[in-house]
C-alpha cells in the first residue's frame, strides 16, 4: 500500500518568505508527527497529532512554527518569516497511536533558505 | 532533546563482517527501537525491544537490551551492500514521543 506521502520533496526559498510543507499520512493511522533532521544530526521532535486530542506543540522552536491536521489526515508544516537556521530535512511519520507502535515516514522535505 | 547516543558515529567494514553499534540512554524507557535512513530517504523501523527483554532477532539483525547499564546494542550479521546507512536508536519512555540519536552511518565495502 501507499505509504506516507510529503510535499515538495525539495523547497528552496529567500530568507523572510513564508513556507508550507505537506504530509499525507498512511490511511487509518491516527498519530502524526512532524521532526526537523539538520545536517549530520538526529531527528528533533516538532509536533503531535493523534486523533481529535489536542496537538502537542512542545517541540515547535518558535512561535513562527504552526500546524494543523485536517480531517484527521493531511497535514501541513507552515513555517513563517523563514531564517537561515530553519533549513534542514522536515519528515513526517504516522502510526496506529501508543509506544510501541513503529512510526512510519516519508522521505521529507529538503527546506533551504537563502 | 536527545537521550539516545549511538556510538561509534561512523563504521566502515567489508561485505560479509559482522556490524555492531551501541545506544546508551539516560532515563528509564518503555522499549527501544532501532531505525535505518538511506541517504536521502525517510527513516524505516527496524526492530522494538521492550524494557523486559534482552535479546530479540530478526532476520540478520541481533538487538540486546541491558537496562541496567541503560545501553543497547544493534548488531547486523554478514554485512552487505545494501547495509550501506546510518542507523539510529529511538527511546520511547512515558509518552508516544520517541527520542533519537544522532545516529551511526555504516559504510560496507564491497
Known amino acids: 500500500g501507499a505509504g506516507v506521502s510529503q510535499s515538495p520533496s525539495n523547497k528552496v526559498t529567500e530568507k523572510g518568505k513564508d513556507v508550507e510543507l505537506r504530509c499525507d499520512p498512511i490511511s487509518g493511522h491516527t498519530a502524526l508527527y512532524w521532526y526537523r533532521q539538520s545536517l549530520g544530526q538526529g531527528l528533533e521532535f516538532l509536533i503531535y497529532?493523534?486523533?481529535?486530542?489536542?496537538?502537542?506543540k512542545s517541540g515547535l522552536p518558535s512561535d513562527r512554527f504552526s500546524a494543523e491536521r485536517t480531517g484527521g489526515s493531511v497535514s501541513t508544516l507552515t513555517i513563517q518569516r523563514t531564517q537561515q537556521e530553519d533549513s534542514a530535512v522536515y519528515l513526517c511519520?504516522?502510526?496506529?497511536?501508543?509506544?510501541?507502535?513503529?512510526?512510519?515516514f516519508g522521505d521529507g522535505t529538503r527546506l533551504s533558505i537563502l | 532533546s536527545q537521550q539516545g547516543e549511538e556510538d561509534p558515529q561512523a563504521l566502515s567494514i567489508q561485505e560479509g563482517e559482522n556490524a555492531t553499534m551501541n545506544c546508551s540512554y539516560k532515563t528509564s524507557i518503555n522499549n527501544l527501537q532501532w531505525y535505518r535512513q538511506n541517504s536521502g530517504r525517510g527513516l524505516v523501523h527496524l526492530i522494538l525491544?521492550?524494557?523486559?527483554?534482552r535479546e530479540k532477532h530478526s532476520g540478520r539483525l541481533r538487538v540486546t537490551l541491558d537496562t541496567s547499564k541503560k545501553s543497547s546494542s544493534l548488531l547486523i550479521t554478514a554485512s552487505r551492500a545494501a547495509d550501506t546507512a546510518s542507523y539510529f536508536c529511538?527511546?520511547?519512555?512515558?509518552?508516544?514521543?520517541?527520542?533519537f540519536g544522532a545516529g551511526t552511518t555504516v559504510t560496507v565495502r564491497a
Open positions: 511519520a504516522s502510526s496506529f497511536g501508543g509506544r510501541r507502535e513503529p512510526q512510519h
Open positions: 529511538a527511546t520511547a519512555s512515558n509518552d508516544y514521543k520517541l527520542s
Open positions: 497529532f493523534q486523533g481529535n486530542s489536542a496537538p502537542d
Open positions: 525491544i521492550r524494557s523486559n527483554e
